[in-house]
């Protein structure tokens, strides 16, 4: 059964900083994996896709890496702004219906 | 808006009581899938569809649950005989077509607490 963990569960940056967001995964058979950004209450906002295929995918301040053999990846966020305090969630698809596996997430502070 | 839309956003209701919620996916998306969150934890996966057929349900999904995508387009999740122990966020998603490269994208959820 495949397993998704996220280190750290929480963290505390000031404005400005860069800063790297970690996601495990068990089984290495996938077919792709996101991150997304979750706001309190909200639903989920995908950020960035990567393809098994690939290492890795930008989006502006954004910058996912993805290790499949090691399963592993790493979500890179530089100069860090208060906007981007919210929760980060990675998950993988798996399976005929590209169904996701969520990990627990990681709450973002970016601190004035 | 052309997201993926979710109804009732917020659903109060008294243990033993059942529920109906409704999500709309993006137009001519025919992926669509049901997911379930707890507070503090990530999405767990209930069920998804191709179109009007349910391919696959996760063992979450008890016989008090069903979803049905009558005509492939909108969905519908129903609870019977509500427990506190259902009380989540219900999240909806959708893609584009079944290429297994797609992202999902989902709605704002439904919130239900069961008194």
């Known amino acids: 059964k495949q397993e998704v963990t996220q280190i750290p569960a929480a963290l505390s940056v000031p404005e400005g900083e860069n800063l790297v967001l970690n996601c495990s995964f068990t089984d290495s058979a996938i077919y792709n994996l996101q991150w997304f950004r979750q706001d309190p209450g909200k639903g989920l906002t995908s950020l960035l896709l990567i393809q098994s295929s690939q290492r890795e995918q930008t989006s502006g301040r954004l910058n996912a890496s993805l290790d499949k053999s090691s399963g592993r990846s790493t979500l890179y966020i530089a100069a860090s702004q208060p906007g981007d305090s919210a929760t980060y969630l990675c998950a993988v698809s798996e399976g005929g219906g590209n169904k996701l596996t969520f990990g627990t997430g990681t709450q973002l502070k970016v601190e004035l | 808006d052309t997201g993926v839309s979710q109804n009732p956003r917020h659903k109060i209701t008294k243990r033993g009581q059942n529920v109906t919620f409704r999500c709309d996916p993006i137009s001519e998306h025919n992926r669509l899938y049901w997911y379930r969150q707890t507070l503090g934890q990530g999405p767990e996966f209930l069920t998804y569809?191709?179109?009007?057929?349910?391919?696959?349900k996760s063992r979450l999904l008890s016989d008090r649950f069903s979803a049905e995508r009558p005509k492939g387009s909108f969905s519908t999740l129903e609870i019977q005989r509500t427990e506190q122990g259902d009380s989540a966020m219900y999240l909806c998603?959708?893609?584009?077509?079944?290429?297994?490269?797609?992202?999902?994208?989902f709605g704002p959820g439904t919130r239900l607490t069961v008194l």
């Open positions: 569809f191709q179109n009007e057929a349910q391919l696959e």
């Open positions: 998603a959708s893609t584009a077509n079944s290429a297994s490269t797609d992202t999902q994208y």
